[in-house]
């Protein structure tokens, strides 16, 4: 069993001025991982988190912070500047240690599970310094990320300029005839609850319970998305991506699978399950994993497509380090009217009185109608009087 963690300050300097947050010490046990979605299953709050994230966006933030984990240390410019991400600070603003060490050679000096020491800025293990970096505060990011934002028409210029230019390339492809793969799930007039791990992916599914209660549609996880389908508990009938960031759980879970390829036919997802031994079907398209469960659901008839944590926006996108939209901006124009953002449904979808809402209020009205004419004497005759004329009516002896 993993130590817990232990936090206490350094004692004060001879100077006698208070001890400052950075000069906390910190022991915990290394967890590394270059792919901080893959990494946050395995944290917990023994651990110090050592990443590989230039410009740490929102989920990868929000996992950090559910993990419990005290400390992060990243080898990557948290903040490049490249676009306004609020990853950092919110990470900071959690409670939650962030250093920056840009180039440390972390992932080479430790293994997984060495126990390290966080003193201030610098990484130790058994006293030996393996990197010093730089303790973010919350005050010093706050202010970045309003400069970034005030500069962000600089970053949407670059993006639709990228993106223009590749939709000449991918114009054809998205406009034109779809090779679908044979799916057993029936989309044709189902609605259909297309989820990604997008920033807001918690918040939509919870508005949407009563949505998905009464209306039952086809749930489409995708990648990660389908971890979220089950953390919500509920089961996805599909699971569709590149296989990267679906736990093995969700994969095993009983969904059809479907890997998204590559245009030149490349499916890295189709190693991964042959290994797990899972049948799966393949379906090659560009743009991404996202933009073919639409076109997917679309093309097969679904009624309405609802899209859950989908990117919408120019940070969603470069968050996601999206080079353009032209993909995501062809699919929407070919499905159209049929997609609507979650937080759209859960704001007009009325799920009005359920069945079992009014039997639980009949049955209220039932007991407490019984106490009034059992504690009312004059009640209490008069149901013995209906009762018996009853009885005569129906012959009852």
Not at 250 to 262: F, K, Q, T
Not at 367 to 372: A, F, K, P, R, S
Request: proline share 5%; net charge neutral; with cysteine.
């Amino acid at each position: 069993m993993a130590p817990l963690v232990r936090i206490r300050r350094r004692p004060p300097r001879s100077n006698g001025r208070a001890t400052p947050p950075s000069d906390l010490v910190i022991h915990g046990t290394a967890r590394l991982g270059r792919r901080t979605k893959d990494l946050v299953r395995r944290l917990g709050a023994a651990d110090i988190a050592i990443i590989d994230h230039a410009d740490l966006d929102r989920v990868a933030a929000e996992d950090l912070v559910a993990s419990g984990v005290p400390v992060v240390v990243n080898v990557a410019p948290s903040v490049t500047g490249r676009y306004p991400n609020a990853g950092p600070l919110l990470l900071t603003r959690a409670g939650v240690c962030l250093i920056d060490a840009p180039d440390a050679p972390l992932f080479e000096e430790l293994r997984e599970g060495d126990p390290v020491t966080i003193l201030g800025g610098e990484v130790r293990r058994n006293g030996t310094v393996l990197a010093s970096g730089r303790v973010l505060g919350a005050a010093e990011l706050s202010e970045q990320l309003s400069g970034h934002r005030e500069r962000v028409d600089e970053a949407l210029a670059a993006f639709a300029e990228n993106t223009v230019t590749r939709l000449r390339g991918e114009g054809e492809l998205l406009a034109g005839r779809i090779e679908l793969p044979r799916v057993r799930t029936a989309f044709r007039d189902h609605h259909v609850l297309i989820v990604v791990r997008g920033s807001s992916y918690r918040k939509d599914l919870r508005a949407l319970r009563a949505y998905i209660r009464d209306v039952r549609p086809v749930l489409v996880g995708v990648d990660g998305g389908a971890d979220a389908i089950l953390e919500a508990g509920l089961k996805p009938n599909v699971v569709l991506g590149d296989m990267d960031s679906a736990s093995d759980e969700a994969l095993r879970c009983g969904a059809e699978l479907v890997v998204h390829a590559y245009p030149d036919g490349r499916a890295p997802g189709c190693e991964r399950l042959e290994r797990l031994g899972l049948d799966h079907q393949v379906l090659r398209m560009v743009g991404t994993s996202q933009d073919s469960a639409m076109l997917l659901a679309h093309e097969q008839g679904a009624g309405l497509i609802v899209s859950v944590g989908a990117q919408f926006n120019l940070v969603d996108f470069l968050e996601r380090s999206r080079n353009g939209m032209s993909s995501t901006f062809l699919t929407r124009l070919r499905v159209g009217e049929v997609l609507v953002d979650a937080k759209g449904v859960s704001r007009l979808y009325n799920p009005g009185v359920t069945t079992r809402q009014l039997a639980l209020f009949l049955g209220a009205a039932l007991v407490l109608l019984t106490i009034v004419v059992m504690t009312t004497p004059a009640l209490s005759d008069l149901m013995d009087l209906i009762w018996l004329k009853l009885k005569i009516i129906l012959g009852i002896q």
